[in-house]
């Protein structure tokens, strides 16, 4: 398999970063090349076959530099297998349940539908109060967010699996 894959992510305390990077080595693993990079730092997709675009959501919204890369790059991202993903809630319900139903932001929908993307995942995230500044722990107390590490490998790396077979076919 020859497909040179770019993993793309915006993330702001590694939760989605590490999330993006296990796509990645599960993607070499198959046998396909595999960039791991966060959205605002790629300069060029013309040498990719495929790409996975995710972000962390806060309040329903994607972070902006994954927003203005799903935005800035439609045209070239309608031209290829395109996956995206979303981190975010915390526990131990489905994701999209704990968001009532939330599965992408509904401002970046129109772009997506225009994609066409393969595929929209929606995984747990993390959730470390050691990382977040007063604000946001304010906010985790008011809402009683559950705080730990919620990622889900397993489904992750199924996640991933499915892409490279699609990409074997």
Do not use: C
């Not at 393969?118 to 109060?129: S, T, Y």
Request: overall charge negative.
């Amino acid at each position: 398999m020859d497909s040179r894959v770019l993993v793309a992510y915006a993330s702001k305390h590694g939760a989605t970063a590490g999330i993006a990077e296990r796509i990645g080595e599960v993607l070499r693993e198959k046998g396909l090349q595999a960039d791991v990079m966060p959205a605002e730092r790629v300069a060029d997709l013309g040498s990719y076959d495929a790409i996975v675009l995710g972000s962390a959501v806060y309040a329903g919204q994607w972070r902006k530099e994954a927003a203005e890369f799903l935005e800035s790059r439609e045209e070239a991202l309608a031209r290829r297998p395109v996956w995206l993903f979303s981190s975010g809630p915390t526990g131990e319900e489905d994701p999209v349940e704990a968001m009532d139903g939330w599965r992408f932001p509904e401002g970046l929908q129109p772009v997506a539908d225009r994609i066409e993307p393969r595929d929209v995942a929606f995984f747990h995230g993390v959730l470390d109060m050691k990382k977040l500044n007063l604000a946001e722990k304010l906010v985790v107390k008011a809402l009683k967010a559950p705080t730990g590490d919620f990622r889900n490998w397993d489904v992750i790396t199924s996640w991933a699996e499915n892409i490279a077979a699609a990409l074997e076919a």
